[in-house]
């Protein structure tokens, strides 16, 4: 099954958000196995996750985390899924290394998503948005030079606003 979503590509955290968007009224991704399938394929986690209801009811519990962080600005719900895990440092072979370790496998997606935001929140929280379209519900990590992106994408969110404005201008 092809991901039906309509905006892919953002990281982790966000794109965990980005499981629910307005077509037709609201939609969502996660609200059976077979969506939690298709969502870890995308997020490249296929491999590190079985597709069930425990790994399903973590991911809904670390994408209300981390929505109460970027929208309500409240931490407890996050500390709760980042309790669930932790890194370790070591040497390896290979060199220093972090190593994730989430000693109860459903919860690894959910930690992953709930440690990337706190990467984002390290990095640029300002950066941090939704789309600024009032019908559109997605999010995204401004990553353009000057930070003043504004639409989730600008072929659909960035053109229906202008073309609205266009039309309100004429009227
Ligand atoms: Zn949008």
Redesign the pocket.
């Known amino acids: 099954m092809p991901d039906p979503r309509p905006?892919l590509g953002e990281p982790l955290a966000l794109d965990l958000l980005n499981t629910r968007w307005i077509e037709n009224g609201p939609q969502d991704l996660l609200t059976d196995v077979a969506g939690l399938r298709v969502w870890l394929a995308s997020a490249s986690l296929a491999d590190r996750a079985t597709a069930d209801e425990a790994t399903l009811a973590a991911v809904l519990a670390a994408r209300t985390a981390v929505y109460d962080v970027v929208v309500h600005g409240s931490q407890d719900a996050l500390n709760e899924v980042l309790a669930h895990g932790r890194i370790r440092r070591a040497l390896t072979e290979s060199g220093p290394a972090d190593l994730v370790e989430v000693p109860e496998k459903p919860w690894l997606p959910a930690w992953l998503a709930a440690d990337n935001l706190l990467d984002l929140l390290r990095a640029a929280p300002d950066r941090i948005r939704q789309?600024?379209?009032p019908e559109?519900?997605?999010f995204f990590y401004d990553t353009s030079k000057n930070g003043t992106r504004r639409?989730?994408?600008m072929a659909?969110?960035g053109n229906r606003t202008k073309a609205a404005r266009h039309y309100a201008r004429k009227v």
Do not use: G, I, P, Q
Request: net charge neutral; proline share 0%.
């Open positions: 905006h789309c600024a379209h559109c519900v997605l639409w989730h994408s659909t969110c």
